[in-house]
C-alpha cells in the first residue's frame, strides 16, 4: 500500500514539475492530498527529493527555438521523471534512514553532507553536516530529538499534534511554522524564519520567539534573545545551499566553522592574526578556496599540510644593507 502511495505521489510532482497538470487535475491533487494524511507525507517526500536531486533530473538542457525560447518537450516527459523519483525515494531512504526497535527513526548526515528528509505528516527537515536527529511520531505528538548538530524545520500545520523538538534541555514547540535549531556543547542556538515557536528550557521561564527573533541559550546562563533582520537570517541559514557566511567573526572563529565541514582543518599558526575578522560568503566544503582568499586579502602565508591548512603572518621584509 505505502508503495501505491509513493508512486502515485510521484507522478503527481513529476507533472507538476513538468507543467502538465490541467485546473481539473490540479483540483484532483487537492482532494487526494486531503483525502489521507499519508498522501501528504509521501508527496512532500516526493518534493524534497525533487528539490534535493534537481540538477540530475533537470541535467539536459532543453533546446531553444529559433528566437531563443526554450521549447519544453511535448512528450510525456513526466513518466520518466516520476518513475526516477520513485526509485529515488527507496535510495534516499537507505542512506539516510536508520528504523530503530523502539519505533523511531534516525537520520543522520556525514561531515560535508547536508540531506532534506521529508516527514510521513508533510514538514521538510534539512538536516546540516554531521548531525543527527531522531523522529517519533503517534497519533497525539510529533517529537524529534535533535541528538547533535543543525537542522531547518519547515513544519506542516497541524492543531492536534504539536511539533516538538528536544535539543538537550532544551525544547522547541510549535504548529506550523519555519525554524532552525543548532546544538553545540555549550549552547542551544533558534531561529525562527516564519511563524511562532514556544522554547521550554529547565530551570527558565518559557520563551515565545517570533519570525526574525534568534535566541542563544547556554546551559548554565540566562537565555539571550535578539532581533534579526531578514539579510541576517538568509545568512544564518546560508549552510542549506552549501555555503558558509560571515559578518565579522575572527579568523579563529572561521577556521573552527570550517570544521564542521570538512576533515581538511585550517590551523592558525600565529595568535597574532587569529584576531583578524572575515567578512563574505564562501563554499562550505572548499576551505583550501577559502584560504587562498584570506592570505591574498590579509596578507598571510598559506601552506597546505598533511590535513590541514596552516595560515601564519607573512614575515616582514627585512631593510636592506646600508638603508638609512
Known amino acids: 500500500m505505502r508503495n501505491e502511495i509513493n508512486a502515485v505521489a ?39 527529493i525533487m528539490s534535493s536531486c534537481d540538477r540530475l533530473y533537470r541535467g539536459e538542457q532543453a533546446p531553444e527555438a529559433a528566437d531563443g525560447r526554450v521549447v519544453r518537450p511535448r512528450v510525456r516527459a513526466w513518466a520518466w521523471r516520476a518513475a526516477a523519483l ?46 543527527r536527529l531522531r523522529v517519533r511520531f503517534d497519533e497525539g505528538h510529533r517529537d524529534i530529538e535533535l541528538l ?32 532552525s535549531v543548532r546544538r553545540s556543547p555549550a549552547r542551544v542556538n533558534v531561529l525562527v524564519r516564519e511563524g511562532v515557536v514556544k522554547v521550554d528550557e529547565a530551570q527558565q521561564p518559557p520563551l515565545r520567539l517570533h519570525a526574525g527573533d534568534k535566541a542563544s541559550l547556554p546551559e548554565r546562563s540566562t537565555p539571550v534573545v535578539a532581533r534579526v533582520d531578514t539579510a541576517e537570517v538568509h545568512r544564518e541559514l546560508a549552510w542549506r545551499d552549501g555555503m558558509i557566511a560571515f559578518s565579522g567573526e575572527t579568523l579563529e572563529e572561521v577556521a573552527r566553522e570550517f570544521a564542521r565541514y570538512n576533515t581538511l582543518r585550517i590551523r592558525i599558526a600565529d595568535p597574532d592574526v587569529a584576531g583578524l ?39 616582514k621584509k627585512k631593510a636592506a644593507a646600508g638603508s638609512h
Open 86 to 131: 520513485a526509485a529515488s525515494l527507496a535510495v534516499v531512504t537507505v542512506a539516510t534512514l536508520r528504523f530503530l526497535d523502539d519505533g523511531a527513526d534516525t537520520y543522520t548526515t556525514r561531515i560535508g553532507e547536508i540531506s532534506h528528509v521529508a516527514l510521513e505528516d508533510g514538514s521538510v527537515v534539512t538536516l546540516n553536516t554531521d548531525s
Open 10 to 48: 510521484a507522478e503527481w510532482v513529476a507533472r507538476e514539475d513538468a507543467g502538465t497538470l490541467s485546473a481539473a487535475e490540479a483540483e484532483q491533487l487537492a482532494a487526494w492530498l486531503a483525502a489521507d494524511s499519508r498522501h501528504l507525507g509521501a508527496y512532500g517526500r516526493m518534493r524534497a
Open 277 to 315: 575578522e572575515v567578512v563574505g560568503m564562501f563554499s562550505a566544503t572548499d576551505p583550501i578556496g577559502f584560504s587562498r582568499a584570506a592570505a591574498q586579502s590579509m596578507h598571510l602565508d598559506m601552506a597546505l599540510g598533511d590535513n590541514e591548512i596552516v595560515l601564519r603572518a607573512r614575515p
Open 148 to 179: 547533535r548538530g543543525e537542522a531547518m524545520f519547515d513544519v506542516a500545520k497541524d492543531h492536534r499534534r504539536p511539533f516538538a523538538v528536544t535539543a538537550g534541555g532544551t525544547r522547541v514547540v510549535a504548529v506550523g511554522t519555519s525554524f
